[in-house]
Every structure is written in C-alpha cells, then in structure tokens.
C-alpha cells in the first residue's frame, strides 16, 4: 500500500488487496439485491450517467425535485444495512468509534462520469467522507474549495480509498472518465464506488 496525499485527499493505492475486493463484491450483493440500482434524474429533467444505490440510515436520493439524504428508499422500504467489511474500512481509516450513517454505492458503466461537485448535504464536516474504489479504473479530478481554477487529477484502481477530511473536506472532486473493462473484478465491467458519509 502506498499514501500519496494530493490537495489535502489522502489517498491508499492499493489500500484493499485482490481478496478483500472479491469479499467485498460478495458483500454488496445482498444490499443490491434489496436495494437495486436507480438512475436518478436531477433538479431540471436531466439523468445521472450513474447508477446509485445505498445502504444504512440514510440514502442519497435524488429527482426532479433535487436531490437530499432520504431515510426510505423510493419503495418505501428502509436501505439495507452497511456490510460489516465496508464499516471495518471505515473504522481502520478514520479511527472513529461512531458508524457512518450512509454508504453510497455509485456504479459506473462504459461511459458514465461525476462532474466536479462539493458533498455539502450532511451536518457536521468534522467528518470525514471516506471513499473506495472497486473494478474499472477512474479519473478522480480534484479542483478548490470553490469552482474554478486549477485542478489535479488522480487515477484510481480498484482497491484504492481515498479520505476526504480536513480541507479536502469541501473540496470540488468528480469522475472524469472509467477505462471501461480494465479490471476483471465485476464481470460485466464497470466500477462501483463506495462513499461512506456521517450525515446528522
Ligand atoms: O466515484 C468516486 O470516486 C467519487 C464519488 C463522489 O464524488 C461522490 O459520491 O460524491
């Protein structure tokens, strides 16, 4: 594992090994399963390239009506829990006591990208966002703390987590790209990324 730290992100190449990616996949299925990928529509009309589900207390939801942390799925029915291997990742990053309240799951097909945003939706940014990366390689750009100016871009493997904290916390980031099918980890291809986000 190696801890490069670009503007602030502290990022663990290689933080999970081949096995615990695959442990990981076993993990989410069941949370897939009772909470199946959405592609959500946006404030205006418009659809996400992403497709996105989520596990714990609370989901990240959006529609035409915007987007917001939701304590029910669309159905109607609460999220799955956190799998135990996602909460022990965050436990080993950030050495916090209390659990993350949401797990966002993002999945990236051929295609799909995330535009340069801020994760500004959630109570108290003393918390960290802690984020892992699972099959086809990504383009993470990471800009200011306001938009514009320059920006730094990283590529990331499945495996890697990223630790938004500190300054990085407010910090513009988004997904540029995937290189579709460069990893063999999900078998139709594609990258799921996992965010882990304390919200109250
Ligand atoms: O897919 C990623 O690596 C970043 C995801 C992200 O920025 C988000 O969910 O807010």
């Known amino acids: 594992m190696t801890l490069l730290r670009v503007r602030d992100f502290d990022v663990y190449k290689g933080f999970l090994g081949p096995d615990r990616q695959a442990a990981l996949i076993d993990a989410l299925r069941p949370v897939l399963k009772a909470a199946p990928l959405i592609s959500p529509k946006v404030r205006g009309g418009g659809q996400m390239s992403v497709r996105m589900t989520s596990a714990g207390q609370f989901g990240w939801y959006s529609d035409a009506s915007g987007y917001r942390y939701a304590e029910q799925q669309p159905s109607g029915r609460k999220w799955p829990d956190i799998p135990e291997a996602v909460l022990e990742i965050w436990h080993a990053l950030t050495g916090l006591e209390r659990e993350p309240e949401c797990c966002l799951l993002n999945y990236y097909g051929e295609g799909a990208r995330m535009g340069l945003h801020q994760d500004k939706d959630e109570a108290d940014f003393s918390y960290p966002v802690v984020s ?69």
Do not use: C, Q
């Open 132 to 200: 892992i990366s699972l099959g086809d390689d990504a383009l993470f750009r990471i800009g200011n703390r306001s938009r514009g100016g320059k920006t730094e871009s990283i590529w990331l493997s499945s495996g890697d987590a990223v630790v938004m904290g500190g300054e990085a916390r407010l910090t513009y980031h988004g997904i540029d790209r995937i290189r579709f099918k460069s990893s063999r980890l999900l078998p139709k291809g594609g990258r799921i990324n996992l965010t882990l986000r304390m919200v109250t």
